[in-house]
């Protein structure tokens, strides 16, 4: 005959495995509220971008609001034309508060610089590579280039797969095509104007740490010719060293790498995640310091857009706009609630709040 199981001994198994089935459901719910949330994310982005578009042009009058997703200078859904002139005085109020604050407290600006900085030295952006994919095609992307492309293709565009099958390389290495990066000569772009108005306000100290999307080095060139040494982050390594320390002068975070090496792209599982030490440098300087937006389109960059809505991140923002906003870059100046400085382009607002801060 077997030995009977005493029954504090069947107490124990019975409790032991009604906390790892709680262990278990606890898991499996976590995973399910996370699948949750990101569903969410997506559905939200589009209803936000319908609510935002019906705003009738009357009503946005009367509050004073800035409506991201209607051009500034064209006609509102009414017929009626807008206020040009009223325009141009609220975004000279809205710099005009920009330069006070950056006189007020020198350095406590970070910035986040995209491709449109990059744009006017022949560097093209993804949407540009959007729109000749589908010029090519005989197609037209509209105002919202990867908005089109997933509406089109049932997928997020690869940057680095369209930069590789247009130079005929089969796979995808950890380089990028040195000739969209370089002068048809085979030397280097110049600085823009955005890079050198960001150079000379890092150099004096009147902003911090520059985030930035782009691949190329004209803004550590510009920092070297403003008379500086750029401290320039864009592996884990060196990520990690700067969350463990005081961040320098004049330091350049480069969160997707460099065209000369791109290895950081694969430390993330997917296009809307970063791995955990990039988050954690981005939450200590998003964190810490306002924020200038200035060239960048939020469309590309999933998990940076994540990290600038994330309510501890959520500081004091300026964002300079070009035309319309994507509808991320909507979502994030209403969650953000940015002020808004409509520009031509990053060229003429950066050089212009140089100049004032000169």
Same mark, same amino acid.
């Given at each position: ?284 300087? %998003?964190? &810490?310091?306002?924020? #200038?937006?200035?060239?960048? *389109? ?5 998990? =940076?857009? +994540? @990290? !600038? ?25 209403? %969650?953000? &609630?940015?002020?808004? #400085?409509?520009?031509?382009? *990053? ?5 212009? =709040?140089? +100049? @004032? !801060?000169?």
């Amino acid at each position: 005959m077997g030995s009977k199981v005493p029954r504090h001994m069947e107490s124990v198994e019975s409790s032991t495995y009604r906390q790892c089935r709680f262990t278990k459901l606890t898991r499996l719910a976590a995973e399910t509220l996370s699948l949750l949330v990101w569903c969410m994310d997506f559905w939200t982005d589009g209803i936000f971008w319908k609510l935002a578009s019906w705003v009738p042009d009357g009503a946005q009058k009367r509050s004073g609001a800035f409506n991201p997703c209607r051009p500034v200078g064209k006609r509102c859904s009414r017929g009626k034309s807008r206020h040009v002139a009223a325009a141009s005085s609220s975004n000279a109020r809205t710099m005009a508060e920009l330069v006070a604050a950056i006189r007020a407290a020198p350095g406590r600006f970070a910035v986040l610089a995209g491709a449109g900085i990059s744009n006017s030295a022949g560097i093209m952006t993804g949407d540009d590579w959007l729109h000749a994919q589908a010029a090519r095609d005989g197609l037209d992307t509209g105002l919202q280039p990867v908005a089109w492309y997933r509406e089109t293709y049932g997928s997020f565009p690869n940057y680095f797969r369209m930069l590789h099958e247009a130079a005929g390389l089969r796979t995808v290495r950890d380089v990028l095509p040195r000739e969209y990066f370089t002068s048809a000569t085979g030397g280097d772009h110049q600085p823009t104007p955005s890079h050198r108005a960001l150079a000379e306000l890092a150099v004096t100290g009147r902003i911090g740490p520059i985030l930035t999307t782009n691949f190329d080095r004209l803004l550590e060139k510009a920092i070297v010719e403003a008379g500086a040494s750029p401290t320039v982050a864009l592996s884990l390594d060196s990520f990690t060293e700067m969350s463990s320390s005081s961040l320098p002068n004049c330091l350049v975070v480069k969160l997707h790498g460099d065209y000369l090496d791109i290895k950081i792209r694969d430390t993330s599982p997917s296009i809307y995640t970063y791995h955990p030490i990039i988050d954690t440098l981005l939450d200590q300087i %998003l964190g &810490r310091f306002d924020l #200038i937006v200035c060239g960048w *389109s939020a469309s590309w960059d999933m998990a =940076l857009g +994540r @990290a !600038l809505g994330r309510p501890a991140n959520r500081r004091r923002t300026f964002w300079l706009l070009r035309g319309t906003a994507s509808v991320e870059a909507a979502r994030l100046i209403t %969650l953000r &609630r940015a002020h808004v #400085i409509p520009v031509p382009g *990053s060229d003429v607002g950066l050089s212009q =709040l140089f +100049r @004032a !801060l000169a």
